[in-house]
T-cell receptor
Framework: ELKVEQNPLFLSMQEGKNYTIYCNYS?????LYWYRQDPGKSLESLFV?????AVKQEGRLMASLDTKARLSTLHITAAVHDLSATYFC??????????FGTGTSLTVIP | ETGVTQTPRHLVMGMTNKKSLKCEQH?????MYWYKQSAKKPLELMFV???????ENNSVPSRFSPECPNSSHLFLHLHTLQPEDSALYLC????????????FGPGTRLLVL
């Protein structure tokens, strides 16, 4: 079974600072997904990374994938309060089954 | 309404009750999923339907019974649940069962007393 680990689980950061969330997965996967979940709301798709070395950016968020290291990162640049949410990564196995991490709860402090 | 919708949004039921959760997607997708989200645990995939056919059942207890009458609708029938079944139940859909991005509904917050 594919296991996905995120760290940190909780992150409190000041506005304007940079930080990275890490997502490690246990076995071969060439597809990695990042989602955002606001309290009481659904998961919103952020990025889909489909190949080794893939990098995608949207606003202050940038995601990358290293399939050899089995690692994806979500980098936050100059954080703002609106980015406060829980961020999930998910890896898909060859059977197209998604395995989610436990999530990183991000709080951006003014 | 667009996207993936779920009803009810909140549900409280006793252990002897029978209830159903409903999911509807307006995206023209062919694959639909049920997930369970418990506190401090990763999302757990419960069931997968692709073109109305069940393709995955991740060792889910029989007190959870899915139904997919067509590609747009997915139900989760609940009976004789246990308190540990209390969780957020999320429905998702994707274009095909090929690892494409899954789009999630808002979830049903279930409390079993």
């Amino acid at each position: 079974e594919l296991k996905v680990e995120q760290n940190p689980l909780f992150l409190s950061m000041q506005e304007g600072k940079n930080y990275t969330i890490y997502c490690n997965y246990s076995t071969t996967s060439d597809r990695l997904y990042w989602y955002r979940q606001d309290p009481g709301k659904s998961l919103e798709s952020l990025f889909v990374l489909l190949s080794n070395g893939a990098v995608k950016q949207e606003g202050r968020l940038m995601a990358s994938l290293d399939t050899k290291a089995r690692l994806s990162t979500l980098h936050i640049t100059a954080a703002v309060h609106d980015l406060s949410a829980t961020y999930f990564c998910a890896a898909a196995n060859t059977g197209n089954q998604f395995y989610f991490g436990t999530g990183t709860s991000l709080t951006v402090i003014p | 309404e667009t996207g993936v919708t779920q009803t009810p949004r909140h549900l409280v039921m006793g252990m002897t009750n029978k209830k159903s959760l409903k999911c509807e997607q307006h995206l023209g997708h062919n694959a639909m999923y049920w997930y369970k989200q418990s506190a401090k645990k990763p999302l757990e995939l419960m069931f997968v339907y692709n073109f109305k056919e069940q393709t995955e059942n991740n060792s889910v207890p029989s007190r959870f019974s899915p139904e997919c009458p067509n590609s747009s609708h997915l139900f989760l029938h609940l009976h004789t649940l246990q308190p540990e079944d209390s969780a957020l139940y999320l429905c998702a859909s994707s274009k095909e069962r090929t690892g494409e991005t899954q789009y999630f509904g808002p979830g049903t917050r279930l409390l079993v007393l």
